[in-house]
């Protein structure tokens, strides 16, 4: 059973950091590729950012140049390092994984909150 946990959430200073993690089981992601995404309260969910297998990077305009997506070369961990975070960052953020090949992402996670305090 495939399972992805996040962590690393919690409450922040605004101009803070955090660093979000995602630990996947039950099979490996190296191919693949792993994102996160975030839902604020009362919006709809948004993309934040994406590593493809090949390390390729990709950022929403809102988070590019604040935030840095990683991962673990085994396809095990997706990581998200969050500098200078703003009060408008605060929401519920997931972890995915989309597979080779296909359009959607396929497996998430059950999200960890964050919240900046302005």
């Known amino acids: 059973q495939v399972q ?9 200073q605004a101009g ?17 590729a792993m994102a996160w995404f975030r839902q604020a ?8 950012a994406r590593i493809n297998d ?7 305009y809102s988070v ?10 085994a396809g095990k961990a997706v ?7 703003k009060a408008e960052d605060t929401a519920r953020y997931y972890c995915a994984v989309r597979a080779t090949g296909l359009t959607s992402y396929a497996y998430w996670g059950q999200g960890t909150q964050v919240t900046v305090s302005s």
């Open 54 to 60: 090949n390390g390729n990077t990709y950022y929403s």
């Open 79 to 85: 990581y998200l390092q969050m500098n200078s975070l």
């Open 64 to 73: 590019k140049g604040r935030f840095t997506i990683s991962r673990d070369d």
């Open 16 to 32: 803070g950091s955090l660093r979000l993690s995602c630990a996947a089981s039950g099979r490996t992601f190296s191919t693949d």
């Open 4 to 12: 992805l946990v996040e962590s690393g959430g919690g409450l922040v």
């Open 41 to 48: 309260p009362g919006k709809e969910r948004e993309f934040v």
